[in-house]
């Protein structure tokens, strides 16, 4: 197989690395900080009695809205996606490199030890499905009747043991 794009794939997690720490100087006093760019925080809606406003955002349960650089980003991006861990192109090769090296500074941000493993998945129901089929049978779980309808189910109806 040739060379893989390394050039390509460092390039791209050096974006991203700048970024992180333009986000990190830039919210460094939240006190202070302003509002997050985010994607569609010029759209305006009609109100119902005539004329419009500018949209607020206010329902983020299942998702947010995604900040502008990341969009930026990630259109930047677009025309180099190729299959992650499904092929041996160069396109395929390159996003391979550039999602497991995004493992990496996931796993620098959060500070991990060096045997952590970072494990993406599609969604926060997915982790936590995910997570209550490796808990073994024996341990406690304990969550709060307030949590997330979706938070709860993993954990089936509570044991008669707990």
Known sequence: MSARPNAAATAVTTVVAEAVETAATESAD???????????RDVTVPLVTGGEVTYAALDYAASAPALQRVWDDVAAYAPYY????RGAGYLSQLSTDLFENSRATVAEFLD???GDQVVFTRSTTDSLNLLAAAVPADCQVFVFETEHHASLLPWGPPRPWA
Do not use: I
């Open 82 to 85: 190729g299959s992650v861990h």
């Open 112 to 114: 991990c030890r060096p």
């Open 30 to 40: 939240p006190c202070c900080a302003a509002p997050l760019p985010v994607l569609g």
